[in-house]
Nanobody
Framework: QVQLVESGGGLVQPGGSLRLSCAAS????????MAWYRQAPGKQRELVAT???????DYADSVKGRFTISRDSAKNTVYLQMNNLKPEDTANYYC???????????????WGQGTQVVVSS
């Protein structure tokens, strides 16, 4: 089995910063990509940022220039540095992984339990 565990959410004022972490563990052979999604109340889940095995990154237009995704491959951990946070960034943030497990099966539907981010004064 594979587990993704997020941490780092919380309450922050507009303009503030937070750093989210997501650690993947378990029966992992190779991680191809990891991503952060978010879901605000009453809205669909949306892709925030992705990072591939090669280190290529991509961002939603709404977070470009404010958020940075990075990874520590040795720790199977991905981070999301969020700066200049806005009230519209308020959401539950979920980690996602595209990986091959030790049984040789590749799948991209591994999810963490989510961590809440609230941006409010």
């Amino acid at each position: 089995q594979v587990q993704l565990v997020e941490s780092g959410g919380g309450l922050v004022q507009p303009g503030g910063s937070l750093r989210l972490s997501c650690a993947a563990s378990g029966s992992i052979f190779r991680i191809y990509a990891m991503a952060w999604y978010r879901q605000a109340p009453g809205k669909q889940r949306e892709l925030v940022a992705t990072i591939t095995r090669d280190g290529n990154t991509d961002y939603a237009d709404s977070v470009k220039g404010r958020f940075t995704i990075s990874r520590d491959s040795a720790k199977n951990t991905v981070y999301l540095q969020m700066n200049n946070l806005k009230p519209e960034d308020t959401a539950n943030y979920y980690c996602n992984a595209d990986l091959r497990n030790r049984d040789g099966i590749r799948a991209d539907d591994y999810w963490g339990q989510g961590t809440q981010v609230v941006v409010s004064s």
